[in-house]
């Protein structure tokens, strides 16, 4: 996945808040989904942007996506939902262009053969049974066996029962499944969903999680968008976080976290003697500040790399054995809390 | 509000009481009226909201601007007072002029003023402070009548104001055009208030746009005509009387009635004869009726 | 099914809900009432009046409105449109699919009407015959016309039922008497022209030829449907979607 170039972000009217600090791009940032030479990617997207008069709503966004999860995480408002409705050709760009398996996405019906989206908006025809919602997008799908994909598709999503009502009487929860069901009825390469996860109870959730793992075990392309942390955290193999309208960062959280060299990383220590370990850290030129609390040495530092290299040689030469190593500040929540300035 | 750590503070931003004076039911009720008047004509609501407002507004001054200009000219050449006697643009004809364009501005509106609320199920935020429900359907109401009434009174007042400007003296053309004043006066208020109200009462019984706009639009149109073919080819008091039942067909007789003339553009309405009262009455009758039936509508609806 | 049979099949449930129905049905039956007061009520019997007055000048507009800004107006109102688009079917089939269940609908509403009031008012004379039927084909025609330009308008505006009454009220109602120069503009001149041709009644102020009429038409039909499919196809969602 490529990360964008530097830029000065000057405060962008409307957006309080907006980043001023922005990690040091590195070519050769780690990423779970790596594209590799010479294979057209599924999702391509090359300097973007949407603007409504004066209001920009994506800003200059390039990335490439292959097959795996991702996650494309930000505020409400930060335009994951305009650029998910670009990557379908439901919208044009302004500037950039969009490619869905190496075609144009903006007037060109023929990609929809191989991407299935599922739209925030609760865009279901409501006089229509389950199966026939299902049945009817396998028609237009032109799908070989059209009755064993709509019971397949059902089944996928456990709406077998309820797929003889009307969809006006499903709930919530229901209608987002019908949705995912419709776009899985075609067996698409590429899934592209806006907050799926919306109005799903913790059971719902988790089965759709454990299914969209799958699907991309399988080979295909995800991507969702969210502004909940934990869901992206814990399905997504690789993240875009979007701030704003620009791209904020990509690719696996924790080697982001390993970019933002500016900030310090914590660690919480757990040894059989605390204040020595901690006055033998404080030694080295990578560690530059340790706190005793509650019967445990947070550290902080510079250089993650340097720091687990040097302290298991620091304690053992003290003699100190250590019983629990922990990164305290590894988490999807603060890389986006530090990204976004809260 | 923001808590850091290192300094520990909290900034209480949150709801506080009031105790001071509060403006009473009337002034809510009034700028609920006054709200309602600005959405009319899509004033507060961005650019698109006015076109369409805006836009009637302008053809329905377009013939009194006409008229206006060319009798200006022909009072250059001498033959002003021939042309304003024959012109066809007069304040008893110009009812049936934007008769069609009113309509159109009933239906395009009221929808909007009636139906948004109910669809976005807003109406318990008003309910719950000191505006009542029969306030909320009487200023909507209200409003939308004023919407109307400016369409249909100010290419009038534009046509009084060219008289004036037209005569030898400002005193003599009012003079001149005075007896018709009170008039048309009369006609824009009862007719605003039929139509208004009409397109109120379907407007606040069907929230939904599309529906509204369809049913407004065939209550007003469709009557004359199956009106005008009843008269023709049928016969007995029940027919005449059908008139009165015709909106369009009323305000025509209504116009007849007021400016003493024959009411040419309604075919039904010559042909039932009835007597003059019987248009003022239907008139007030169907204003009063609409009303009631909206503010009906307004203390039984729920959400 | 076939894709352009699915494509029917859904423009055809989506058009027909009940409210809707109902509507239609009822505007639909207002000529029949309107000739069933007559004959029972003893009165002149000339369904040509009728026909004109209230059929071709006023219930088929409505009804042509009424359907070709729902066919897929409402579609994008509601946001059901997406499930159509985001299938790899050419925008011209979509539209094509449209414009014909709109016209289709169209014609099965109004015609049985006139050929009923015709009957009802006109007796069941081969005159009378000849004359509902006459205003029948002029309807379907003028009909269809009315019904795809409706249809593509609610493609392109949110405001379609405005401006298509805007366009039968006061275009054709108004202006066209006026202008007698515009008269080539107006559908409902077409429709008259063909009901002139075909039953000879006098529908008012110099009908247009036939051949002009139907040139209007299709005009209309061919020009409404190409204008819809470049619509469809430059389609974007709404913003703040």
């Known amino acids: 996945m490529t990360t964008p170039p530097t830029r000065p972000t000057p405060p962008v009217p409307g957006w309080p808040g907006a980043p001023e600090h922005r990690p040091v791009a590195t070519p050769a ?48 408002g930060a335009g994951k939902s305009t650029l998910l409705h670009m990557l379908s050709g439901l919208l044009a760009p302004s500037a950039g262009i969009v490619r869905i398996a190496g075609r144009v996405a903006f007037g060109d019906p023929s990609i929809y053969a191989d991407i299935g989206l599922v739209p925030e908006r609760e865009a279901v025809p409501g006089y229509l049974t389950g199966r026939e919602f299902i049945r009817l997008n396998a028609d237009l799908q032109h799908v070989a066996d059209p009755t064993a994909a709509t019971d397949r598709a059902i089944a996928t999503v456990e709406l077998s029962d309820a797929a003889g009502r009307p969809i006006r009487t499903y709930s919530k929860g229901m ?12 067996d698409p390469p590429i899934l592209l969903l806006d907050e799926p996860f919306n109005g799903m109870d913790p059971r719902q959730r988790l089965h759709m999680m454990g299914l969209l793992r799958t699907m991309a075990g399988e080979g295909r392309s995800i991507l969702f968008s969210s502004h909940i942390l934990e869901e992206v955290e814990r399905l997504a193999d690789a993240v875009l976080v979007v701030y704003a309208g620009r ?44 706190e005793l609390t509650d019967g445990l040495l947070a550290v902080r530092t510079s250089d993650y790399g340097a720091f687990t290299r040097v302290v298991a040689p620091t304690a053992k030469a003290a003699g100190i054995r250590i019983l629990e190593l922990r990164p305290t500040d590894d988490s999807l929540e603060s890389v986006f809390s530090y990204l976004v300035r809260r | ?14 709801y506080q009481g009031y105790d001071g004076p509060r403006l009473g039911r009337p002034v809510v009720a009034l700028g609920l009226l006054r709200h309602t008047l600005a959405s009319a004509y899509g004033i ?15 053809l329905s001054l377009l013939p009194a601007l006409l008229a206006v200009g060319i009798s200006a000219l022909a009072g250059q050449t001498g033959q002003g007072e021939v042309l304003t006697a024959n012109s066809p643009i007069r304040h008893e004809t110009y009812q049936s002029l934007t008769s069609t364009l009113i309509m159109l501005f009933c239906a395009a509106q009221a929808p909007e003023l ?75 208020l009862l007719s605003s208030g039929l139509l208004a109200g009409l397109a109120a009462l379907i407007a606040a019984w069907t929230p939904r746009r599309a529906y509204a706009t369809a049913a407004i639009i065939a209550a007003f149109i469709i009557p004359p005509i199956i009106v005008a073919l009843l ?30 003339t024959i009411a040419d553009g309604s075919p039904a309405v010559m042909a039932a004869d009835l007597p003059d009262w019987s248009y003022v009455a239907a008139s007030v009758v169907g204003v009063v009726a609409c009303v009631l039936l909206v503010v009906r509508r307004y203390l039984r609806v729920t959400g | 099914m076939t894709v352009f049979g699915a494509l029917i099949t859904v423009t055809l449930r989506a058009l027909l809900g009940r409210r809707r129905i109902v509507l239609m049905v009822v505007l639909a039956a207002l000529p029949i009432l309107v000739g069933l007061v007559i ?32 066919a897929v107006g409402s579609e994008i109102e509601d946001g059901t449109v997406l499930f159509l688009l985001l299938k790899p079917i050419a925008r011209w089939q979509i539209a094509l699919a449209k414009v014909l269940v709109a016209a289709g609908l169209t014609a099965v509403l109004v015609v049985p009407p006139i050929l009923i009031t015709g009957l009802l008012v006109g007796g069941s004379g081969s005159e009378s015959i000849a004359l509902a039927f006459g205003y029948a084909v002029a309807a379907i025609l003028g009909g269809s016309a009315y019904a795809v330009a409706f249809t593509v308008l609610g493609i392109v505006t949110s405001r379609a039922l405005i401006v298509g009454l805007a366009y039968t009220l006061l275009w054709e109602g108004v202006l066209a008497g006026l202008l007698v120069g515009t008269r080539f503009l107006s559908i409902r001149q077409a429709t008259l022209g063909i009901a002139a041709q075909l039953t000879g009644t006098d529908v008012g102020v110099d009908p247009l030829a036939p051949v002009v009429a139907i040139a209007i038409v299709a005009v209309v039909i061919v020009g409404g449907w190409s204008l819809g499919v470049i619509a469809l196809r430059r389609f974007q969602v709404r913003a703040g979607d």
Not at chain 1, 175 to 186: E, F, G, S
Not at chain 2, 45 to 56: D, E, N, V
Not at chain 2, 242 to 249: A, F, R, T
């Open chain 1, 29 to 76: 940032a780690a990423t779970a989904a790596p594209v590799p030479d010479g294979v057209v990617p599924a999702i391509q997207v090359e300097h973007v942007s949407r603007w409504y008069g004066n209001v920009v709503a994506v800003n200059d966004i390039s990335f490439a996506l292959g097959p795996g999860v991702t996650g494309l995480l930000g505020p409400n």
């Open chain 1, 175 to 186: 209608r987002q499944r019908i949705k995912l069901a419709a776009a899985l009825v075609h």
């Open chain 1, 247 to 290: 791209l904020a960062a990509s690719g696996d959280f924790r080697s982001i976290r390993r970019l933002m060299t500016d900030r310090p990383h914590r660690f919480t220590i757990r040894s059989s003697d605390d204040r020595t370990l901690a006055a033998a850290l404080l030694g080295h030129p990578a560690v530059f500040g340790a």
């Open chain 2, 1 to 14: 509000m923001t808590t850091e750590s290192a300094t520990g503070n909290i900034y209480d931003l949150g």
């Open chain 2, 44 to 58: 507060g609501r961005g650019g698109r909201a006015k076109i369409a407002p805006f836009t009637l507004l302008i």
């Open chain 2, 114 to 188: 009636f139906g948004r609320d109910q669809r976005y199920g807003v109406l318990p935020l008003y309910f719950s402070r000191v505006l009542t429900r029969i306030d909320y359907a009487l200023a909507r109401t209200g409003g939308l009548f004023l919407a109307v009434l400016l369409v249909s009174i100010v290419p009038q007042l534009v046509l009084t104001i060219g008289a004036v400007l037209a005569a030898p003296d400002p005193l003599t053309g009012l003079g001149n055009d005075a007896p018709d004043i009170p008039r048309y006066v009369a006609v824009s």
């Open chain 2, 231 to 260: 008269s023709r080819l049928a016969a007995g008091d029940a027919a005449r009387a059908l008139v009165l039942l015709s909106p369009g067909d009323v305000i025509e007789g209504l116009n007849a009635a007021i400016f003493g």
């Open chain 3, 39 to 70: 004959r029972l009520g003893g009165g002149r019997s000339d369904a040509g009046d009728i026909l004109d007055a209230l059929v071709i000048r006023t219930v088929l507009p409505l009804i042509a409105l009424i359907i070709g800004t729902a």
